[in-house]
């Protein structure tokens, strides 16, 4: 049997507060998996790690909170980065035009009639855009490409939605897999853009089926416990983002912007869009753009430019079951 151990570790985000990361001894080789957000994770981590040797250092996905201390890691211990091909591709594009991302951000949303002051607080803000440095010395030396197996058993697999390359690591004689923010306890991960009309949301609802199917018990979080029972959390997951889209879809029953649904629609804790701070408003609007996007990708809805702002308004059927379930 591996050894798993997990570190909580401090982000400097409010709606998240912690990070996991994960210290797996197979007996053979180690791996730290994911490595927190900011320099005051060093210290927890290199505790827990000591002064054995690390073959792996896996990162689950590109988010600024899960890679911020890799490249610290992988010179310290030599080990090899692990990360899916589709967010190292991202990273690249990050490092030859540091830009690129605030560029596409600011644009996505001015389609999206967000105000253009809310675009600069948010685009100012954006952890990427403050942890630049992070990104420009980061350096990978695996790339998982749908499926990845190490030694002892341990594989590594593709879900692409919450980011184009996320991946989960699987050690089967555990019956356990490390999800990152996949698959979490008591929140639905995040799902929004990283270029212009992909449908990340299609994405990540065809990644959670194959996700459920592997009826694994014991998850590992990238935020919050670890808990059991991954092939329910899956369906739970799959059923929020079903009633999300018919939210939506009946939002645009009047013609609306991405900004407008984002502004009507209900969110956790009885928090409406103005009363989130810029982090959280970005999330907010991000999601509505990527529920609106799988929507008109499915016909359900349509998109038209009227003073170039994107208006959606319902022009299909809904195209799920309400009650609609992966199990």
């Given at each position: 049997?591996?050894?798993?151990?997990?570190i909580?570790?401090?982000?400097?985000?409010?709606?998240?507060?912690?990070?996991?990361?994960?210290?797996?001894?197979?007996?053979?080789?180690?791996?730290?998996?994911?490595?927190?957000?900011?320099?005051?994770?060093?210290?927890?981590?290199?505790?827990?790690?000591?002064?054995?040797?690390?073959?792996?250092?896996?990162?689950?996905?590109?988010?600024?909170?899960?890679?911020?201390?890799?490249?610290?890691?992988?010179?310290?211990?030599?080990?090899?980065?692990?990360?899916?091909?589709?967010d190292?591709?991202?990273?690249?594009?990050i490092?030859?035009?540091?830009?690129?991302?605030?560029?596409?951000?600011a644009?996505?949303?001015?389609e999206?009639?967000?105000?253009?002051?809310?675009?600069?607080?948010?685009?100012e803000?954006?952890?990427l855009?403050?942890?630049?440095?992070?990104?420009a010395?980061?350096?990978?030396?695996?790339?998982?490409?749908?499926?990845?197996?190490?030694?002892?058993?341990?594989?590594?697999?593709?879900?692409?939605?919450?980011?184009?390359?996320?991946?989960?690591?699987?050690?089967?004689?555990?019956?356990?897999?490390?999800?990152?923010?996949?698959?979490?306890?008591?929140?639905?991960?995040n799902i929004?853009?990283?270029?212009?009309?992909?449908?990340?949301?299609g994405?990540?609802?065809r990644?959670?089926?194959a996700?459920?199917k592997?009826?694994?018990?014991?998850?590992?979080?990238?935020?919050?416990?670890?808990?059991?029972?991954?092939?329910?959390?899956?369906?739970?997951?799959?059923q929020?983002?079903?009633?999300?889209?018919?939210?939506?879809?009946?939002?645009?029953?009047?013609?609306?912007?991405?900004?407008?649904?984002?502004?009507?629609?209900?969110?956790?804790?009885?928090?409406?869009?103005?009363?989130?701070?810029?982090?959280?408003?970005?999330?907010?609007?991000?999601?509505?753009?990527?529920?609106?996007?799988?929507?008109?990708?499915?016909?359900?809805?349509?998109?038209?430019?009227?003073?170039?702002i994107?208006?959606?308004?319902?022009?299909?059927?809904?195209?799920?079951?309400?009650?609609?379930?992966?199990l």
């Amino acid at each position: 049997m591996s050894s798993i151990r997990r570190i909580t570790v401090p982000i400097p985000i409010r709606a998240l507060g912690s990070a996991n990361v994960y210290l797996i001894d197979t007996g053979t080789s180690r791996i730290v998996v994911d490595t927190g957000m900011t320099a005051d994770a060093i210290p927890p981590i290199l505790e827990s790690v000591g002064k054995e040797r690390i073959e792996y250092i896996f990162l689950t996905h590109l988010h600024v909170d899960h890679i911020g201390n890799a490249s610290f890691l992988r010179k310290r211990f030599g080990a090899s980065v692990i990360i899916g091909k589709g967010d190292a591709e991202r990273i690249r594009q990050i490092q030859s035009r540091p830009d690129s991302f605030g560029i596409l951000l600011a644009e996505v949303f001015r389609e999206s009639g967000v105000p253009n002051e809310i675009i600069r607080e948010i685009t100012e803000s954006h952890s990427l855009m403050r942890n630049l440095s992070t990104y420009a010395d980061f350096k990978d030396d695996i790339e998982v490409n749908g499926e990845l197996k190490l030694e002892d058993g341990i594989r590594l697999i593709g879900n692409p939605g919450h980011s184009p390359g996320s991946c989960s690591l699987i050690i089967p004689e555990d019956d356990s897999i490390m999800t990152g923010d996949h698959v979490l306890p008591g929140i639905t991960p995040n799902i929004s853009f990283y270029d212009k009309d992909i449908d990340s949301l299609g994405d990540y609802l065809r990644s959670l089926p194959a996700t459920a199917k592997l009826d694994i018990t014991n998850v590992y979080p990238g935020h919050r416990d670890p808990f059991r029972g991954l092939r329910n959390r899956c369906n739970e997951i799959f059923q929020h983002h079903i009633s999300r889209l018919r939210e939506v879809y009946n939002i645009v029953a009047k013609p609306s912007t991405a900004y407008e649904v984002a502004s009507k629609m209900r969110w956790s804790k009885g928090r409406s869009l103005m009363s989130m701070n810029t982090t959280e408003q970005n999330f907010a609007i991000g999601e509505a753009i990527t529920h609106l996007v799988h929507l008109e990708k499915l016909g359900a809805i349509e998109r038209k430019p009227v003073e170039r702002i994107f208006r959606y308004q319902v022009s299909g059927d809904f195209p799920f079951q309400v009650d609609a379930s992966i199990l």
